[in-house]
């Protein structure tokens, strides 16, 4: 069986490209597959898998091979407001834009993207894309959807989506032995990994780590990955007092990043609104057995409550989130113990790639099975007279016979 | 109590676990309880026909029989398993192999096609649903066990059965090598005819029929009589070769269970077998109660050769296979099944 892969892919700096330089080889191991790149013709294949996020830069091109041809949806993130408007309004086809936006909504949709459009309303995909997610017209395309969590599952099927539907968690990278960067210190040393914007919470966490350090003196906090463009990260700093207990470093490559994680006692991963997705960083700081804090929201909620401390957001966040880092610290084994475990239990990549395989595999071949039994059931009964054959239909997917 | 022991059945072909369903429902009978054996024909190709095969067990109302409820119903292999009710006991000697550990192999049945893939993986999902809601699922061996936690996550407890009851005995050994099987390429048998090419010392009678018969017989050919093929033969007759027997050959491909080492051990036999041969190897172990080599011939031979000239060792592991064998009890089986 032959799988069409559509996917950015490094160098491409985005979760999604490292998602699929880790998968990939564990999928070819398994089945054939072929890569797709952009601005060249769709490979044949008996099944095309699409790996949707909500960079329309990234992914653009990836909905286009969708709307050419349906296939199996990987929905990297709910949410696809961004990726929607890049890929309408970026590309003057405004009408399209209201298409989605009708989808979603109604007509109260198509009036809310006319005042878009205008400029009447701010631009909601930078404002509350939360509340349009748009994911709609993606999912109307998709014969079959891979999701990370439940999260997102749900939501899929709240807006119509009764297609197949396989939840596969995000595969972990294998350990090798680390070397812990030798260049950071603290006590401890409290990491955060990622694009550094406002959903990250960074204000909050920043607020938390000052409040922390003046009881942990020797604390120190490590901001690594680049920051939002309206996002003024030393301004934050000096004005909470914090130049000195704080080290921040741009985007680093990815062996760096790794030997950065493993010198840090307690990693951070905040994030409110969710958009719907997974993190990357959370699954790496998760398999090197690191205590970590998340936002209770989301994917980040269906961790295990014995391997990430999560903090929920409210009035209180900034307070619980000083409490989590203390704790943290002090039980860094236990939760770093059952996050390993955790990981290897439901991470495993080749666990991962096995469901892959299995959900393409369905997808391909799936609706032939199902006629060809169902078609040979609905015939003998047809012979002797049963012309109703739903209950027999409703039996056999009962049983798994069908989907 | 009434209990339905569910079976598969292909026409026109006997082998273990048709023996096992029968002597499964004496046992339940011997206890006192009302036991009949509900089977449907079973024929798994071409293609997408094995999840029709599954079906018909599904369509199957076995929670009363002429107005009085049947209490139990124990299912032994695919797809028997997937008939409904509620207090189903699954006894698992076989799922269907060409689906899991067989798939693209040389035994497997399921191409590249998508077609073929879906249809592997509809069985691993009708296993899913069907050994899911059985209220315990037993496995015949420790290898079936660990397929079912492997490919399917299903916890089974081991749970072996006895072979066929045959009067069994042991006589001094006449120095030939017996193979109890089917007469099948999977069965391995061949790799005993090359050790007899190899070894002009040895020995060796074949009881069994099947589809690979002719293609064994032209191999024994040239070895005057060294090889003797008996066909299928009475229980007696079996009893009979087994308890003359130097030791008995058992050695295929990763078998679920593998009824023959214990027959051959409750004759007083030790067991030769190879090193990938899966269930039996639960039991026959290496110096202790038979050989266990490479599936190599020229291993085969020298195992054989040794056995003829350390009889006492030979007797031994024969005696200390039969202590194991002997605690293999239907009794025993049918505590577990009506716990």
């Given at each position: 069986?032959?799988?069409?892969?559509?996917?950015?892919?490094?160098?491409?700096?985005?979760?999604?490209?490292?998602?699929?330089?880790?998968?990939?080889?564990?999928?070819r191991e398994r089945i054939e597959v072929v890569v797709a790149q952009e601005g060249s013709r769709a490979p044949r294949a008996d099944v095309a898998l699409y790996h949707i996020g909500n960079d329309p830069d990234a992914h653009g091109w990836i909905l286009d091979a969708l709307n050419e041809r349906r296939g199996v949806v990987v929905l990297h993130d709910y949410v696809?407001?961004?990726?929607?408007?890049?890929?309408?309004?970026?590309?003057?086809?405004?009408?399209?834009?209201?298409?989605?936006?009708?989808?979603?909504?109604?007509?109260?949709?198509?009036?809310?993207?006319?005042?878009?459009?205008?400029?009447?309303?701010?631009?909601?995909?930078?404002?509350?894309?939360?509340?349009?997610?748009?994911?709609?017209?993606?999912?109307?395309?998709?014969?079959?959807?891979?999701?990370?969590?439940?999260?997102?599952?749900?939501?899929?099927?709240?807006?119509?989506?009764?297609?197949?539907?396989?939840?596969?968690?995000?595969?972990?990278?294998?350990?090798?032995?680390?070397?812990?960067?030798?260049?950071?210190?603290?006590?401890?040393?409290?990491?955060?990994?990622?694009?550094?914007?406002?959903?990250?919470?960074?204000?909050?966490?920043?607020?938390?780590?000052?409040?922390?350090?003046?009881?942990?003196?020797?604390?120190?906090?490590?901001?690594?990955?680049?920051?939002?463009?309206?996002?003024?990260?030393?301004?934050?700093?000096?004005?909470?007092?914090?130049?000195?207990?704080?080290?921040?470093?741009?985007?680093?490559?990815?062996?760096?990043?790794?030997?950065?994680?493993?010198?840090?006692?307690?990693?951070?991963?905040?994030?409110?609104?969710?958009?719907?997705?997974?993190?990357?960083?959370?699954i790496r700081a998760l398999a090197l057995g690191k205590p970590l804090v998340v936002s209770d929201v989301g994917w980040f909620s269906e961790l295990p409550d014995d391997a990430v401390l999560k903090v929920p957001v409210d009035d209180y966040e900034v307070t619980t989130l000083e409490a989590a880092l203390a704790l943290a610290a002090e039980h860094g084994a236990s939760?770093?113990?059952?996050?390993?475990?955790?990981?290897?239990?439901?991470?495993?990549?080749?666990?991962?790639?096995?469901?892959?395989?299995?959900?393409?595999?369905?997808?391909?071949?799936?609706?032939?099975?199902?006629?060809?039994?169902?078609?040979?059931?609905?015939?003998?009964?047809?012979?002797?007279?049963?012309?109703?054959?739903?209950?027999?239909?409703?039996?056999?997917?009962?049983?798994?016979?069908?989907? | 109590?009434?209990?339905?022991?569910?079976?598969?059945?292909?026409?026109?072909?006997?082998?273990?676990?048709?023996?096992?369903?029968?002597?499964?429902?004496?046992?339940?009978?011997?206890?006192?309880?009302?036991?009949?054996?509900?089977?449907?024909?079973?024929?798994?190709?071409?293609?997408?026909?094995?999840?029709?095969?599954?079906?018909?067990?599904?369509?199957?109302?076995?929670?009363?029989?002429?107005?009085?409820?049947?209490?139990?119903?124990?299912?032994?292999?695919f797809p028997a398993y997937a008939v409904r009710h509620p207090h189903k006991i699954a006894w698992v000697l076989h799922q269907f192999r060409q689906a899991y550990d067989y798939d693209r192999g040389g035994l497997g049945q399921f191409s590249e096609s998508p077609e073929d893939r879906a249809t592997r993986v509809a069985v691993e999902r009708l296993d899913a649903v069907?050994?899911?809601?059985?209220?315990?699922?037993?496995?015949?061996?420790?290898?079936?066990?660990?397929?079912?936690?492997?490919?399917?996550?299903?916890?089974?407890?081991?749970?072996?059965?006895?072979?066929?009851?045959?009067?069994?005995?042991?006589?001094?050994?006449?120095?030939?090598?017996?193979?109890?099987?089917?007469?099948?390429?999977?069965?391995?048998?061949?790799?005993?005819?090359?050790?007899?090419?190899?070894?002009?010392?040895?020995?060796?009678?074949?009881?069994?029929?099947?589809?690979?018969?002719?293609?064994?017989?032209?191999?024994?050919?040239?070895?005057?009589?060294?090889?003797?093929?008996?066909?299928?033969?009475?229980?007696?007759?079996?009893?009979?070769?087994?308890?003359?027997?130097?030791?008995?050959?058992?050695?295929?491909?990763?078998?679920?269970?593998?009824?023959?080492?214990?027959?051959?051990?409750?004759?007083?036999?030790?067991?030769?077998?190879?090193?990938?041969?899966?269930?039996?190897?639960?039991?026959?172990?290496?110096?202790?109660?038979?050989?266990?080599?490479?599936?190599?011939?020229?291993?085969?031979?020298?195992?054989?050769?040794?056995?003829?000239?350390?009889?006492?060792?030979?007797?031994?592991?024969?005696?200390?296979?039969?202590?194991?064998?002997?605690?293999?009890?239907?009794?025993?089986?049918?505590?577990?099944?009506?716990?």
């Open positions: 069986m032959r799988v069409a892969y559509h996917s950015p892919m490094p160098p491409s700096r985005s979760g999604i490209a490292d998602y699929s330089a880790l998968l990939l080889p564990a999928l696809l407001h961004h990726l929607i408007a890049g890929t309408t309004i970026g590309r003057r086809n405004g009408r399209a834009y209201l298409d989605a936006m009708e989808r979603e909504l109604g007509v109260a949709g198509r009036l809310l993207g006319l005042g878009v459009l205008d400029n009447l309303l701010p631009l909601l995909w930078e404002t509350q894309p939360e509340r349009f997610p748009l994911s709609g017209v993606v999912l109307d395309r998709a014969t079959g959807l891979i999701v990370h969590s439940g999260y997102v599952a749900e939501r899929a099927r709240a807006a119509g989506y009764d297609g197949p539907l396989w939840r596969i968690p995000h595969p972990a990278w294998p350990m090798t032995a680390l070397e812990a960067a030798p260049d950071v210190s603290g006590d401890p040393l409290v990491g955060c990994f990622g694009f550094l914007n406002m959903n990250k919470r960074i204000p909050q966490l920043l607020e938390a780590f000052a409040s922390f350090r003046q009881s942990n003196p020797g604390a120190r906090l490590l901001l690594v990955g680049s920051a939002g463009e309206r996002f003024d990260v030393g301004r934050r700093l000096e004005r909470l007092g914090l130049t000195e207990g704080v080290q921040r470093m741009d985007y680093v490559p990815e062996e760096r990043m790794w030997s950065l994680m493993a010198a840090c006692d307690v990693l951070v991963n905040l994030r409110y609104p969710t958009m719907g997705e997974t993190s990357g960083s959370v939760l770093g113990g059952a996050a390993h475990a955790y990981v290897e239990r439901e991470h495993a990549l080749p666990k991962v790639a096995d469901a892959y395989v299995r959900a393409l595999e369905l997808a391909a071949g799936g609706d032939a099975v199902d006629d060809a039994v169902l078609w040979r059931i609905a015939e003998a009964a047809a012979e002797v007279g049963l012309t109703d054959t739903s209950r027999l239909a409703r039996a056999a997917s009962d049983a798994g016979i069908i989907r | 109590m009434r209990i339905a022991v569910c079976a598969p059945q292909v026409p026109f072909v006997r082998g273990g676990a048709e023996l096992m369903a029968d002597d499964l429902v004496a046992a339940l009978r011997g206890r006192g309880h009302d036991v009949e054996l509900v089977t449907i024909p079973f024929k798994w190709y071409p293609g997408t026909r094995v999840l029709d095969q599954a079906f018909l067990w599904r369509l199957v109302d076995l929670t009363e029989s002429d107005g009085r409820p049947i209490d139990r119903v124990v299912a032994t292999k069907a050994l899911g809601e059985a209220r315990k699922v037993y496995a015949t061996s420790r290898n079936v066990a660990d397929r079912l936690r492997r490919f399917n996550a299903i916890d089974a407890e081991v749970l072996p059965h006895p072979p066929q009851a045959l009067p069994y005995r042991t006589a001094e050994s006449e120095g030939y090598v017996l193979s109890v099987n089917r007469l099948d390429r999977a069965k391995r048998i061949d790799l005993l005819i090359e050790a007899a090419k190899r070894e002009p010392s040895l020995r060796v009678v074949i009881t069994g029929e099947g589809p690979d018969r002719r293609r064994l017989e032209s191999l024994a050919a040239e070895l005057n009589g060294q090889v003797e093929f008996v066909g299928r033969v009475d229980d007696e007759r079996l009893a009979d070769l087994y308890a003359r027997s130097l030791a008995v050959f058992y050695a295929p491909v990763d078998e679920d269970f593998g009824m023959v080492p214990y027959e051959a051990f409750l004759s007083g036999k030790p067991v030769v077998t190879t090193l990938d041969a899966g269930g039996p190897l639960e039991i026959v172990r290496d110096r202790e109660t038979g050989v266990v080599v490479a599936p190599d011939a020229a291993e085969i031979a020298r195992a054989a050769v040794y056995l003829g000239e350390h009889a006492a060792e030979a007797r031994a592991w024969g005696g200390a296979g039969k202590a194991i064998a002997e605690r293999v009890t239907w009794d025993a089986c049918v505590d577990a099944l009506l716990d």
